[in-house]
């Protein structure tokens, strides 16, 4: 038997190692491909992050839009369909609580003061009380119809000066007059929309009244008496103008 010639074994391995040269094209691919997928999650880091940011804004705008507006009448306990300007009760002022002679007592000078305080009457005129829900006047007045109605702390503030003037009359008091005023100063201060939180003093022969620890010096958030009192007097020309 002949044998052929064969191929030696060094060579059979040497064949079977040979390396396939990869193209230059399909390395720039791979390139290619990574480097648009790092762009595309940078872009997705961006789009998350723009996103994240936009309802951060949505969120501080709702906040903003929704924030507790400035206090208004009903915030105060006061009904809002009242023809009072709301900044009589909105612009506040802190007052602080000392007893003032010039309305103690009864003397012709205490009188003044009182007069100038309440005014020629504690009416006041509106215009068109319909449009405030108010019913007609029940003491119509002969030139402004059913257009005077009376407020509370004005009625109040009468009442007080009756029961001073009442008081000062020895043996003289008008007990009817003084009487209703005592019980309506009870409904109104029972029905108090502001209170005060006071030092406790203990009831004895009235000298209480007049130490420092009954409620003097404490400061209160009171109303601004002063636009009421304006509001009153352009009314008072507002009813002079619609009688002429």
Not at 36 to 41: C, D, E, F, H
Not at 50 to 58: G, H, M, N, R, T
Not at 164 to 193: A, F, H, I, P, W
Request: charge should be negative; hydrophobic fraction near 30%; charged fraction near 25%.
């Amino acid at each position: 038997m002949t044998i052929g010639p064969t191929t030696p074994p060094f060579q059979k391995a040497q064949a079977s190692r040979e390396y396939r040269q990869v193209p230059l094209l399909d390395v720039e691919d791979a390139q290619t491909t990574r480097s648009q997928g790092t762009r595309r999650a940078g872009k997705s880091i961006f789009f998350s992050t723009s996103i994240a940011l936009l309802y951060v804004c949505i969120g501080l705008i709702v906040g903003y839009l929704c924030r507790n507006p400035d206090p208004t009448l009903s915030a105060y306990g006061i009904n809002p369909a009242i023809p009072v300007p709301e900044s009589v009760f909105t612009e506040r002022s802190e007052v602080t609580f000392q007893p003032d002679y010039d309305y103690i007592g009864v003397s012709t000078a205490a009188d003044e003061h009182w007069r100038r305080l309440l005014g020629a009457s504690d009416s006041v005129y509106v215009e068109n009380p319909a449009q405030y829900g108010l019913p007609n006047s029940q003491t119509p007045d002969q030139r402004n119809g059913n257009k005077l109605f009376v407020l509370t702390p004005l009625r109040q503030l009468r009442c007080l000066d009756t029961i001073r003037k009442q008081l000062g009359r020895d043996g003289k008091n008008n007990s009817t007059v003084t009487d209703y005023c005592v019980e309506y100063l009870r409904l109104t201060v029972m029905c108090g929309e502001y209170w005060a939180v006071e030092p406790h003093v203990p009831e004895s022969d009235g000298r209480e009244l007049y130490t420092a620890e009954f409620g003097w010096g404490l400061t209160h958030s009171c109303v601004d008496w002063k636009e009421l009192d304006g509001w009153r007097e352009s009314q008072l020309g507002l009813a002079k103008h619609d009688v002429e």
